[in-house]
T-cell receptor, first 114, second 112 residues
């Protein structure tokens, strides 16, 4: 069965520190992969996506993610976190079978210390 | 103006009441989705629609119904609300064969 796991429910980092949010997936083929961010009281905003090609993808707000097929992972990174990055982050797998449905992870809530 | 709007943004209702959540989009997308978000559970798909005449159940459709009144409008109804339907509800859209989904701001529903 398809699934997405975000092992870290909460992460706290200091402003200026680097960040890595983990995402592991289970899918029968190479999936389409996404990271979304949800700021308090807001909807979800797409940070970046991976469909094929270069396994390191760049997104908005200085984020990047690396697809590692051997580890079934798609971890999100940022070299220097800003206080405004405090939010909840969701990894999602998009079905490639033509149904265009997403499966979301349970989210990681990021807290940034000043 | 926002591309995907949801009304109302907040709603408190009583058990047994019928309630409708509405979603409108100006993106011109043909696909629309309804999700609910619960703490610790992420987002789960309730219903999705590929066009006005194509509506499909998601993973948690029991207790919900939908109506696609036009390409731009997709409504979610709770025929008889119950407390465990208290959640944050999101509408999303996507275009044709593109996989990116675009989300509305959400409706916070509380059933007492």
């Amino acid at each position: 069965a398809q699934s997405v796991t975000q092992p870290d429910i909460h992460i706290t980092v200091s402003e200026g520190a680097s960040l890595e949010l983990r995402c592991n997936y289970s899918y029968g083929a190479t999936p389409y992969l996404f990271w979304y961010v949800q700021s308090p009281g807001q909807g979800l905003q797409l940070l970046l996506k991976y469909f094929s090609g270069d396994t390191l993808v760049q997104g908005i707000k200085g984020f990047e993610a690396e697809f590692k097929r051997s580890q079934s992972s798609f971890n999100l990174r940022k070299p220097s976190v800003h206080w405004s990055d405090a939010a909840e982050y969701f990894c999602a797998v998009g079905a490639t079978s033509g149904t265009y449905k997403y499966i979301f992870g349970t989210g990681t809530r990021l807290k940034v210390l000043a | 103006d926002a591309d995907v709007t949801q009304t109302p943004r907040n709603r408190i209702t009583k058990t047994g009441k019928r309630i409708m959540l509405e979603c409108s989009q100006t993106k011109g997308h043909d696909r629309m989705y309804w999700y609910r978000q619960d703490p610790g559970l992420g987002l789960r798909l309730i219903y999705y629609s590929f066009d006005v005449k194509d509506i499909n159940k998601g993973e948690i459709s029991d207790g919900y119904s939908v109506s696609r009144q036009a390409q731009a409008k997709f409504s979610l109804s709770l025929e008889s609300a119950i407390p465990n339907q208290t959640a944050l509800y999101f509408c999303a859209t996507s275009e044709g064969t593109q996989y990116e989904q675009y989300f509305g701001p959400g409706t916070r529903l509380t059933v007492t």
